[in-house]
């Protein structure tokens, strides 16, 4: 038995059918190896979140060493200001 024209049409349908899925499995691998290697070296989002929560704690300590310092100066300054005033 011969292939008909009907049969040529619906294997020429299949081969484009699998070499699209191919073409398109093959895209689809690239690119997602592509965005692993390009976003690899970022962050995720709790690493990012664990980062940001240490230096907003540093800035929080830092925050409460100058208010303390600050204190500290301003009795200091009066002390001096007397001792200035006593000699």
């Known amino acids: 038995m011969a292939l ?3 049969d040529f ?3 020429r349908v299949l081969v484009e059918d699998v070499f ?3 073409l398109e499995e093959k895209l689809e691998s690239k690119l997602e190896e ?3 290697q390009k976003l690899g070296k ?3 989002k709790d690493e990012f979140y664990e980062e940001t929560l240490k230096m ?3 800035l929080d300590n830092i925050e409460t060493q100058m208010t303390m310092l600050s204190g500290r100066t301003y009795d200091n300054t009066e002390k001096i200001e007397k001792l ?3 000699i």
């Open 9 to 11: 049409k619906k294997l």
């Open 34 to 36: 592509k965005l692993t």
């Open 56 to 58: 907003l704690t540093k």
């Open 20 to 22: 699209d899925y191919k």
């Open 42 to 44: 970022y962050p995720n």
């Open 84 to 86: 200035e005033t006593l």
């Open 4 to 6: 008909t024209n009907i």
